[in-house]
């Protein structure tokens, strides 16, 4: 018999999967009205497409838990061909294209340790840690007196990719930024 999960078994991260396709669970609400059955209101994210849908579900529907295997895999490098991982356990190598990669690819720096999400045996995209450190490799130079509550900044990252800093910060600077919300968290020592 196949495992299944009901509407009452919803939380943030759960992976369920509704018509064949692996969905994770951004975000829900239980919903009981004063009239009329209870319900669910759910945000949900394919993990094949990374499309975003918000669904409702009524109380007592079942889903099927989907065959998604995590593999823990380090990063190595991207080429023209995409982006290149290594199997910690057996050294083997695995190649994802960007579409498979999405938003992640602003964080991937080498030797980065990620988990590789696998449906029914392909690899279908990766999840990040939720935080990692990336110095700053361009931004506009502090100004004396600023301080770290305050205004904040444009800064770019060695991956490309482009946050907000506070104003006190500068080039060369490594910084832990959330993967989950693009956001700064806090200044690291070299």
């Known amino acids: ?17 509704i018509e064949g396709v692996p969905w994770v669970i951004v975000d829900f609400q239980h919903v009981k009205p ?6 669910t209101r759910t945000k949900l994210r394919n993990l094949m497409t990374g499309a975003n849908l918000e669904k409702t579900f009524k109380s007592g529907e079942k889903f099927n ?3 998604v295997i995590q593999k823990e895999m380090q990063f190595l490098y991207k080429d023209e061909n995409g982006f290149n991982f290594m199997d910690t356990a057996n050294y083997e190598q695995l190649q994802l294209q960007p ?3 999405g938003a992640a690819a602003n964080y991937l720096i080498e030797n980065l340790t990620i988990f590789i999400l696998f449906f029914n045996g392909k690899a279908i995209g990766l999840d990040l840690p939720n935080s990692v450190v990336l110095k700053i490799v361009e931004t506009d130079p502090g100004v004396r007196g600023n301080t770290v509550s305050g205004g904040s900044k444009v800064a770019k ?9 506070p104003l006190h910060l500068k ?10 919300t693009d956001q700064y968290i806090e200044k690291m020592n070299k």
């Open 1 to 17: 018999m196949a495992l299944v999960y009901e509407v009452s078994d919803f939380r943030k991260g759960l992976k369920v999967e």
């Open 34 to 39: 004063g009239k009329g059955n209870a319900f």
């Open 65 to 67: 838990v989907p065959d």
């Open 99 to 101: 579409e498979n990669v």
């Open 157 to 165: 990252l060695e991956t490309g990719a482009s946050v907000q800093v």
């Open 171 to 180: 080039e060369g600077d490594l910084i832990k930024v959330d993967t989950r």
